[in-house]
Each structure stands twice: as C-alpha cells, then as structure tokens.
C-alpha cells in the first residue's frame, strides 16, 4: 500500500512542476510586456497617418476638389476615427508581477486533493487492503485458519461495502464448517451485487447439505432461481445430480453431472464430476454391489465439495 501512495506521489509530480513553472518565469514576462508597452509606438504611427490625411483633405479644399462643407466633414471623420484607433490601443495598467501568486499553489493542491478523493470513491483501494492482508497472512507460517478469518473479518469490518472481502470469506467459512457464518457472507454479496446465478448456486448448495441432502421448498427456490438465469450453472447441476443419486435415480444423476461437466471451469470439480458419472453408471449395471455403495458414498462426497 505504501508503494502506491508513493507511485501516485511520483505521478502528480510532473503535474506539480508543469503548474508551478509559470511562476518561475512570471517576473521576466512581467519585465518583457512592460518594456514593450513602454516602446510602443503605435499612437505616434496612428498621429501621424491623420497629419498625412489631413494633409491631403486640406490640398483637395484648396484645389477647389471639395467645398469647406466637404473638408469640415472629412476632418471631423478623421479625428473621429484617430480617437477610436488611440482608444483602443491604450493599454491598461499592467498588474503586478506577484498577482496571482496564491491562486497556483491553491489550484495545485486543489487537483492534488480531487484526485486523492476520486481515486478512493472509484480506485481499488479497498481491494489493495485486502491483498496486502491476505500476502501478510501468507507469508507468516504461523497463521492458521483462524487467524486468517479473524483478520478478514476486521478488514470486512471497515470494509462492509467490498464484496471482494465477503467471497474471501465465504469459502472460509464453509470448509471449517460454519454455515451459518457461510451464509451470511452469500448474503452480503448478494446485498453488494445482485442475486448472481453463481452466488445463488453456493447458497442453494449449502442450504442442501444443511438440510441432510434434502431438497426443501427454500433450496428447490434457489435451484429454480438459479437456473431461470443460467440454465447451464455447473454448481447447482451437480447438486441436482447429488440428489438424483441419492435417490436411487443414476441416470438422472449421469445426465446432470454430464450438463454440469460441460460448463465446469473448475478442474477438483470436474474430476469428482467424472468420478460420480462412473460410480452412477457403474450402479446402473449392478445396482446391488455393496462395495460400490461405499465408493459411491465417497464420490458424492467429493462432488459437494
């Protein structure tokens, strides 16, 4: 985390330098426009265009070109438009050099601050926390499922709004057995990001075994939920399956584990997917081998996992 601080440090450095420069500069500037002001010729040129056609206005009258109304009316337009063209080259006062100043750094700070707070509300932080936690506990040899738990649920109590934290902790919770805490975290999530197939698919699977394998009405609503928006949801397919086996229906059994097996990204799942499709068609051909009984006991184990 420290390393990041430090890289965003790093970032906005360059941004700092490039808003900070113009002050370096402001004083030669200042001198630069002042000097210029200073020399600028631009009334004597425009005093001296109106002598010149003044001058020709005048010649004209006394070559009988124009009566005294025309001239009257000619040196009224060029005085007229020699006041405009001193107007609007009169510049105003230059400010000092200093002015200004204070609203750089204050800018500086303020785009500092707005990228700081962007990147909380929007940024991975959360999720930075949590993997500097879990390289923490990884790299101490003592920590122990315990402890990993326990410093998970500190970080999930500063941290209620990161789903991340609470599909950390479900898999926790439910390979040391606690279920209702396993629960909780499916909830979470579900409260973060929406009823997902896939969420729902774990929440039904462990209602299932907490029912002793039954399929109640609240785990057959899950399935159903589960399957009206992904009809192919590996999970709850094999828990389908488990329930077919267990009920002496091998075939159902092979036909959802086989539907499960094509969309299993999981290798461990797809592996007791295989084994339970033998051991259900291995029961088909004998259904009366006791050793198989057990096998099959162990399979369907293995595939609730």
Partial sequence: MTLLWVAMAL???PAMVCLLAP?????????QQQAFEANDDATEQNVAIFKR?????????????????QRAEGQLELERSLLEDTAAHRPRPLKS????RLAVPVIALGITAIS??????????????????????????????TTYIARLEELAARQPGNPNVWATLFPLYRDTGQQAKAIHALEQLMALEGRQPEVL???AQIRFFMAGRELTPEVQALVDETLAQDPRQPTVLGLLGLHAFG??????????WRRALATASDNAMADSLREGIRVAQQRLENS???TEDNAAEAVTDRVSE
């Fill in 11 to 13: 970032m906005l450095l």
């Fill in 23 to 31: 002050l370096r500069s402001a004083r030669r500037l200042y001198d």
């Fill in 53 to 69: 056609r003044l001058a020709s206005l005048n010649a004209a009258h006394e070559r009988g070109d124009i009566d005294a109304e």
């Fill in 97 to 100: 050099a200093r002015a200004g």
């Fill in 116 to 145: 700081l707070f962007w990147y909380v509300q929007e940024g991975a932080v959360d999720d930075l926390t949590l993997y500097g936690v879990q390289q923490e506990l990884l790299e101490d040899s003592s920590a122990t499922a």
């Fill in 201 to 203: 698919a774990q929440l």
């Fill in 247 to 256: 009920e002496g229906d091998y075939a159902g059994a092979i036909e959802r």
């Fill in 288 to 290: 009366n081998d006791s």
